[in-house]
């Protein structure tokens, strides 16, 4: 089986290899590349292919997230994981909303950390317990205002939360294709375009 190939983006070079030294250890990983600014992340994501990016929000005195977008639409294939250092939750939204593969805190553990990297691979979403409860908070405000019904309010909840089709449909009791078209029109009521968006949207209406 191929390795999960890494590139790690951080401003700070002991950070750069405090991240090398956790995730060189971790088998089926393979980190390809350091950068540390935004324009170095996106010339080594062109050139090294990277299955994932583990970038930092805030880079000197630029955002991660003019990285993220970049590295997002020159390179769909590419999972961006961001990290950061504060509990910000319009950035992780906005993180979503450009496409990222989730969002944890610099506080996090290094298995929590190994486990994102791996599930990003996989095209899973991960974000940090504490910043998925205060987008749950702020999509509850939001929902409330959007004047969705109980079951759109249940649904995008559980997107919210984190959790796959395949899990909503058991927590349902229904046939995934039946969550499938449920989130087709969750989306069109909410004016997006996937999964990703959602928290992202709530957030904004939340505001």
Known sequence: MLPIRVLIVDDYEVVRAG?????????????????????????????????????????????????????????PSTRVLVLSAYCDVHAAAEALSLGAAGFLLKRSSGRALIRAVKASAQTEAI????????LSTTAARAMMAAGMRDDERNLAQMIADGMTNAAIAARLGVPEASVKASLRRLFTHLGVAHRAEVAARLAEIGA
């Open 19 to 75: 991240l090398r030294a956790l995730l060189s250890g971790v088998d089926r990983v393979l980190v390809v590349g350091e950068a540390e600014d935004a324009g170095e992340a996106v010339t080594l994501a062109d050139d090294l292919a990277p299955d994932v990016v583990v970038l930092d929000l805030r880079l000197g005195t630029h955002s991660g997230l003019d990285a993220c977008r970049q590295i997002i639409e020159r390179r």
């Open 127 to 134: 974000v940090d317990a504490e910043v998925a409860r205060r």
